[in-house]
């Protein structure tokens, strides 16, 4: 009887664990990554009806109007400044982190958000395309912040069985993010010309829910054990992640870590760059974080309405076909989670930068050949699905994970920060360097795309190790075997001298 009613009690002490943690990846991920999706697709909506605006307003105070041109350099602005937003975002989210711990940063991040919304939802009422602007620019800073915080948070929140699928919920949310974004966008919903200001500041919504739920959940526990040394709050924020079970174990390698580190402080990005210690952990989150903008699959997007036109969908419908783009992100993204502590992280980044490398070929062929063979089209519009279905499956996210499992503690703050820093900055040279490579390469403009992703798998392929269920001390070892190769190769080799003594 008494191990029946153990058993019952370890079914619900289980139970109550999947749900606390569940509902610290929701609180995290509504206001975390999903707003950086979802402000990347609104935008896209009431391009027509923006621009419309930008002339209308510039007319009312000038009594001339703007030529077309500086119509679209003012609106190139508008969609550019959220990546400059996200690099600012980007560079302050490690001492957020440090200073204020991990979910009061993404907490405190919604100030962005409300701001945003405030710019954005007035600005036609102000008659101001200058509040568009600053809207951008607040929620690129909160995309920033939380696709840096939010990971780590859940990172150092899960248990390392299932770390690496936690973690990835961050790639899941912002591919929901995006469907959510382009189906609100929809003319029948807020994407209609009278509507667009309340779909720019329709993003203060995720904000909310975030405010209201993720107070009543735990701080990340190697935040509060190692970052502030309280071991009691640490045990606390434990027992509401796992119940009353059997801590000792997780608690040993966290205080293993702590002991490790002792005496340190949180690590710069410049002080990073100077530890050799972590040279190949740097170089590969430096690979990684870069490939995910220069290979080229937001680029995708800006492809798709071409495609569809030429396969012969009619205009009118294209918008509901674009949803089916950020659908195939979203269930590649969830497929991802389901089988990244099965296949592992290496080959999942391997793999989709292997079969991107083959898309962006295939596409390149059907491009050149769309005017002379009927079927090319469809083709083409197959090679989108595949390419985003590709890049989702593993380094969408995967990459993200990363820095959570080959930095520690002091260092992990630093990396985001890097890894941040690349994405942003590469997603606007990108947005900037796109039309530009279009024009000159014509359709081999994926060219550039191809020999990133070919020289990435090859990275992965040779350099980067498997971290699948190892703790931070064993993937530390793996990585020193090549940071400290020449002292290793030192330390084994013997002379002639040293080999003839010991033998004696």
């Known amino acids: 009887m008494e191990e029946e009613e153990e058993g019952l009690n370890g079914g619900a002490q289980a139970q109550l664990q999947g749900k606390v943690l569940f509902l610290t990846i929701c609180a995290a991920g509504i206001g975390g990554t999903f707003q950086y999706g979802y402000n990347i697709s609104i935008i896209n909506a009431p391009t027509t009806y923006i621009q419309t605006f930008i002339n209308e307003t510039w007319l009312q105070r000038t009594g001339a109007s703007l030529e077309s041109g500086v119509i679209l350099l003012v609106w190139s ?9 996200g690099l600012t975002g980007a560079l302050i989210a490690g001492p957020m982190a440090i200073k204020l711990g991990r979910k009061t940063s993404l907490l405190l991040n919604n100030v962005f958000v409300i701001i945003a919304a405030v710019l954005s939802g007035f600005s036609r009422m102000a008659k101001s395309f200058e509040m568009i602007m600053l809207g951008r620019f607040f929620i690129g800073i909160n995309a920033g912040v939380s696709m840096n915080i939010q990971p780590m948070y859940l990172g150092e929140s899960a248990p390392k069985k299932v770390r690496g699928a936690v973690t990835l919920t961050s790639a899941s949310f912002t591919a929901l993010g995006l469907v959510l974004g382009q189906v609100v966008g929809l003319r029948e919903l807020l994407g209609g010309e009278e509507s667009w200001p309340l779909l720019l500041a329709s993003n203060v919504v995720p904000g909310l829910i975030q405010l209201i739920t993720l107070p009543w959940l735990p701080e990340s526990p190697r935040y509060l054990l190692i970052d502030r040394g309280d071991k009691e709050s640490c045990i606390r924020a434990l027992q509401k992640l796992r119940g009353n079970g059997e801590l000792s174990s997780e608690l040993e390698e966290m205080l293993a870590e702590q002991a490790a580190i002792k005496g340190q402080r949180a690590k710069s990005p410049w002080e990073l760059f100077q530890n050799p210690a972590v040279r ?30 030429e396969a012969g969908i009619p205009y009118d419908t294209i918008q509901y076909v674009i949803i089916g783009t950020g659908c195939c992100e979203l269930i590649t993204a969830v497929t991802c989670n389901a089988i990244i502590e099965h296949a592992g992280r290496r080959l999942l980044i391997l793999g989709g930068y292997s079969l991107m490398a083959v898309w962006a070929i295939i596409f390149m062929v059907a491009l050149s050949q769309q005017s002379q063979i009927s079927w090319m089209p469809y083709l083409s519009m197959a090679c989108i699905f595949a390419y985003i279905l590709s890049f989702g499956i593993g380094p969408a996210g995967v990459t993200g994970v990363l820095p959570t499992e080959i930095f520690d503690q002091m260092s992990r703050p630093a990396a985001y920060m890097i890894c941040g820093s690349l994405i942003w900055s590469n997603l606007f040279t990108v947005g900037m360097a796109f039309p530009f490579i279009v024009e000159g390469l014509a359709h081999f403009c994926y060219l550039p795309f191809f ?7 090859l990275y992965v392929g040779f350099f980067l190790p498997e971290t699948k269920g190892k703790t931070l001390l064993e993937i530390s070892n793996e990585f020193n075997k090549r940071n400290f190769k020449a002292q290793t190769c030192e330390r084994f080799w013997k002379g002639p001298e040293e080999i003839k003594s010991t033998m004696l």
């Not at 602005?77 to 937003?85: A, D, H, K, P, R």
């Not at 020999?451 to 798998?457: D, I, K, N, P, W």
């Open 451 to 457: 020999t990133v992703c070919v020289c990435t798998a």
């Open 77 to 85: 602005f508008i969609v550019s400044v959220y990546s400059l937003g």
């Open 280 to 309: 190949w952990q740097l170089i590969s989150i430096i690979v990684l974080s870069s490939a995910m903008q220069l290979c080229g699959n937001d680029s995708m997007y800006f492809y798709a309405s071409y495609v569809f036109q």
